[in-house]
């Protein structure tokens, strides 16, 4: 059974302090993982996909990097407003495969 | 455009009371997915569509059925809420069944 792990379940950062998130993952094959942005009472924002081991994608303050068995988010001095839930969510390879997501991160970052 | 849109936005229903929920989509997306999402559990999926007059089961489908009559839209229904089927419900879409972009949610009350 595909499965996805996120940690820490929360994370508490000063603005400015730099940390990532990890998410791993058991699929037999890849076809895609994918991290999300959820802020309170919002639908997922889409933020990334990755698709090989060495893929790196960067969007602002984050940096999405994978492994052949986990993902990481990586977040360069980061400021309040980056303050949500961000999920990662994988894809195997066959067919029509739904997405399996993790249960998320929530990250808080302090002023 | 105006993406993904799910209506109603609130509901509260009675034990018993039967809804449906609308998802609509103006990106021409021929998949269409509909989750919902509880504390600590994450989001899960209870019904997907990989085209129109498709429809499959997920992880959680007892108690909802689906409809994809029409490409742009999508159609969740509870015959008869039961408590345990109170949560927000995310719809989401996808070109091509990986990225998926989500609507803003229905927070759904059952008493």
């Known amino acids: 059974e595909d499965q996805v792990t996120q940690s820490p379940e929360a994370l508490r950062l000063q603005e400015g302090e730099s940390s990532s998130l990890n998410c791993s993952y058991t699929?037999?094959?890849?076809?895609?993982l994918f991290w999300y942005r959820q802020d309170p009472g919002k639908g997922p924002e889409f933020l990334f996909t990755?698709?090989?081991a060495g893929e790196e994608k960067e969007k602002e303050r984050l940096k999405a990097t994978l492994t052949k068995k986990e993902s990481f988010l990586h977040i360069t001095a980061p400021k309040p407003e980056d303050s949500a839930t961000y999920l990662c969510?994988?894809?195997?390879?066959?067919?029509?495969?739904?997405?399996?997501f993790g249960k998320g991160t929530r990250l808080s970052v302090i002023a | 455009n105006a993406g993904v849109t799910q209506t109603p936005k609130f509901r509260v229903l009675k034990t018993g009371q039967s809804m449906t929920l609308l998802c609509a989509q103006d990106?021409?997306?021929?998949?269409m997915y509909w989750y919902r999402q509880d504390p600590g559990m994450g989001l899960r999926l209870i019904h997907y569509?990989?085209?129109?007059?498709?429809?499959a089961k997920g992880e959680v489908p007892d108690g909802y059925n689906v409809s994809r009559l029409k490409k742009q839209n999508f159609l969740l229904g509870l015959e008869s809420a039961a408590p345990s089927q109170t949560s927000v419900y995310f719809c989401?879409?996808?070109?091509?069944?990986?990225?998926?972009?989500f609507g803003p949610g229905t927070r759904l009350t059952v008493l």
């Open positions: 969510a994988v894809q195997a390879p066959s067919g029509n495969t739904p997405l399996v």
């Open positions: 989401a879409s996808s070109r091509q069944g990986n990225e998926q972009f």
């Open positions: 990106m021409n997306h021929e998949y």
């Open positions: 699929v037999s094959g890849l076809r895609g």
């Open positions: 569509s990989v085209g129109e007059g498709t429809t």
């Open positions: 990755l698709y090989s």
